[in-house]
Structures are given as structure tokens and as C-alpha cells.
């Protein structure tokens, strides 16, 4: 039987067709009125998308890029941080804020669980230049709680500056920015915003803004401040990514669409679009039989599944793969083997879901053995769905 590609992976995640079309089309040179009328429209909708009033700059990188950039901005060589890590992507900000000289202080959760707060209360000192956090942690799936984290730095440390990496957690969760304080925020292109790998955005505040006047660190091509020089002309400092650009003004042009072009309750929708696809997929996993990696604080961005004991995660993504050109995640590091990923980030829709959860029967029965009804795991997520749409 025919067998179409479907990508459930949280990153790269699948592509909107318009954004495909404005890419193929985008033949513009950077340094033109065409590229700047683009350029400034997309850096207007992304301070929409990220629900900001604080500057919001565009990067050629992947995400990664821009978390370096908030390290090596805000930072000097020798100052005191807290890093608060569950998993790999926690492990990043630990990697790169020692890369360049900081000291962390660490408060770490185990895999699949979210952090105890009063761990965070007791770590938080004033001399911390700048906490670093997931508002989602892509390698369990979990979600962190952010409005209570910055409720935290406000009490026992307020003018340490919160870098909140919200690469997955842009568009499957709410954010607060400016009422929280979230001193930068970082978002990537090849996740909730339906194009391909290749930018990163960030929201910067004006006490980040302060703290880079003073802040020793190296920088050259992630060098905010020049970013946001350009940014007013509707320029970025090199060449940036056009294609991506063009692709990333139709992605939002299409989420403000799905609200009667209003962007702000597009994005909304959009979050409610992903915990309804993750809720669903949860509930149907579950009633096949599985087990939540991370039941207490999922993330409405990706789901982690364990397999049985005794069995391994990469038999149930590679017969995905065969059988039906599914491509979902096997665990990262340690976890590899242990868990599997499926995302519900972007261009996600219901009938997705119900497309995995009815692969999900056939590999469950024929792959694991296990005591499968068909229909099992579908009707569970049509409940969620029932149930969701109801109002
Ligand atoms: C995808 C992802 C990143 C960025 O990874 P890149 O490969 O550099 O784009 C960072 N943090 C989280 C939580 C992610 O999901």
C-alpha cells in the first residue's frame, strides 16, 4: 500500500505547504526595500507570536545559536549562575554556560519529572547573574512551570535576569512575558512555526539590554546589540536566512488565519490545538497499554511514551518507519531505548493524532504482541476530542 511520510518528531516538525511555496519563491537580495518591507514585517508578528512589548530579534542558526547568544551576551567569565536542568536540553545550558567561563549552580529534576520549587527557592542567591530554564523539555516531554519560576527569582533574587529556552514551548504552552519578567525568551524555526530548521528568535528586555553594556563575554556573530541596530533599518548584521524569512512571514500569516487574522488569538489557538492533539494521544497511548514518561507535567509540545518493560523503544519507532513512513523519536542519551517521541507542535491536527494512535494499534498487537482491540486507543482520543470541542 502507498505509505506517505509523516513526521511526528518534536523538530524538525512537518511543513506548512504555504510557507513551502513562499520559500521556493523568495529570489530576493538582502539589502533591498523588498527584503526589509519582509524582514520588518516578520520581526512585527514575531513580537505578536511571542507576546511581547520587548524587542524581538531573528537569527540564522538553530536554536542553539540563540541560546549561545543569551549566554555569551548577558555573561562575564566567572560569574555565578543557576542552571535548572531535567534533562538533555537542561544539560545544554550547564554545557554552554561552563563553555564560557560561568560557574553554575545546579538545581536538577530526574527525567520525566518537573522541578521542586522549594529546591529552586533554596538555590536562588542574588549574586546569580541570570537563571537558565526550559519552558519545555523536548528529551522527557515534561513542561516547567515558568510563572512560578519567575515568581521565585522575584522574591529571592530580582535582579537576577531569567533566560527561558522556549524552542518547543513557543506555541504548545502560555507565556507571559513582560508580566513575568522573562528577561529573554528563545524560539526556533523548526518547531511550532511549521518551517524548516535554520532561524532562531528571541525576545530580549531591557534589563538584558542594560546587562550587555557591561557583560565581558565574547561575541561576534551572535552580537545582540549590532542585531538590533540592523533590526530598525529591517536588516540583520549578515546575511540572513531569506528563503526561511519569506517561509516564516507566510507560517504566521497562516496561524493569524486560523483566528480571522488576528495573530495574537491564532497563537492561542494554536496552543489549544497541541494540548488537545496531546491530551488525546495520551489518553490513547494509555489505554493501549503504555506507560507516560512524564505524567505529572506533560508537555503539550511532544508526549514520551515508555515501552514495557523488557522491550525496546527502537523496535516501535522503526517499525513506525516501515510499515507505515511514521517518523517519530526514540529517546535521547540515557534514555534511548527506553522512551519513544511523538510530537504535537505546529502543523498538527486531530486527524493526525488519530492517524498515529490507529498505527500505534497495528504495531502494538503485530510488533509487541500485546492484547490489542482495534479501535481501542482511537476511541479514547476521540473522547478527549469530544470533550474538548464541546464548548
Ligand atoms: C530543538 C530544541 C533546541 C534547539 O536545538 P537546535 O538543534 O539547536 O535547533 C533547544 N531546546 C529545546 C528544548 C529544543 O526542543
Known amino acids: 500500500m502507498i505509505r506517505k511520510t509523516r513526521l511526528y518528531t518534536p523538530g524538525p516538525t512537518p511543513l506548512l505547504p504555504d510557507a513551502q511555496f513562499a520559500m521556493a519563491a523568495a529570489d530576493i537580495h538582502h539589502r533591498t526595500p523588498e527584503f526589509r518591507a519582509l524582514f520588518q514585517k516578520v520581526l512585527a508578528q514575531l513580537k505578536v507570536f511571542v507576546g511581547t512589548s520587548n524587542d524581538v530579534l531573528l537569527l540564522s542558526s538553530s536554536g542553539t545559536g540563540a541560546m549561545e547568544a543569551a549566554v555569551t551576551n548577558l555573561t562575564s567569565p566567572g560569574d555565578r549562575v543557576l542552571v535548572l536542568t531535567a534533562g538533555k536540553f537542561g544539560e545544554r545550558w550547564t554545557g554552554l554556560v561552563k563553555a564560557f567561563g560561568c560557574q553554575p549552580d545546579v538545581v536538577s ?10 529546591q529552586i527557592r533554596a538555590a536562588l542567591k542574588p549574586e546569580q547573574k541570570a537563571v537558565f530554564v526550559q519552558a519545555t523539555e523536548t528529551s522527557t516531554a515534561v513542561r516547567h512551570d515558568i510563572e512560578a519560576i519567575a515568581k521565585l527569582r522575584d522574591q529571592m533574587a530580582p535582579n ?16 507571559d512575558v513582560d508580566g513575568w ?13 511549521m518551517i524548516p530548521p535554520g532561524l532562531a528568535y528571541l525576545s530580549v528586555s531591557e534589563r538584558a539590554w542594560a546587562a550587555m553594556e557591561t557583560s565581558k563575554n565574547p561575541r561576534y556573530y551572535f552580537d545582540l546589540r549590532k542585531e538590533r541596530k540592523n533590526a530598525v533599518k529591517g536588516e540583520s548584521a549578515y546575511t540572513p536566512a531569506v528563503a526561511l524569512v519569506a517561509g516564516l512571514v507566510a507560517a504566521l500569516d497562516y496561524i493569524a488565519g486560523q483566528a480571522g487574522g488576528d495573530l ?10 497541541a494540548e488537545v492533539n496531546a491530551a488525546a494521544t495520551r489518553a490513547g497511548l494509555v489505554a493501549l497499554g503504555f506507560t507516560l514518561f512524564a505524567p505529572t507535567a506533560p ?31 526514540n529517546g535521547q542519551g540515557e534514555m534511548q531505548g527506553k522512551i519513544f517521541r511523538v510530537a504535537h507542535l505546529g502543523f498538527f491536527d486531530y486527524l493526525d493524532t488519530v492517524a498515529l494512535l490507529g498505527a500505534m ?7 509487541l ?21 464541546k464548548q
Open 264 to 273: 495574537e488569538k491564532g497563537r492561542i489557538a494554536l496552543v489549544n490545538n
Open 181 to 193: 519578567g522573562i528577561d529573554i525568551l528563545i524560539g526556533g524555526s523548526q518547531k511550532a512555526v
Open 109 to 118: 529534576a530526574p527525567y520525566g519529572q518537573t522541578f521542586d520549587l522549594d
Open 299 to 329: 508537555a503539550a509540545a511532544a508526549t514520551a511514551v515508555a515501552v514495557p518493560e523488557g522491550m525496546d523503544s527502537g523496535t516501535v519507532v522503526k517499525a513506525l518507519k516501515a510499515r507505515f513512513a511514521l517518523v517519530t523519536a
Open 369 to 389: 504482541g500485546l492484547p490489542v482491540v482495534y479501535g481501542q486507543a482511537v476511541e479514547a482520543a476521540q473522547r478527549v476530542y469530544a470533550e474538548a470541542v
Open 361 to 367: 494499534e497495528h504495531i502494538a498487537k503485530d510488533t
Open 160 to 175: 537576577t535576569l531569567l533566560v527561558v529556552d522556549g524552542i518547543t514551548g513557543l506555541g504548545t504552552t502560555r507565556f
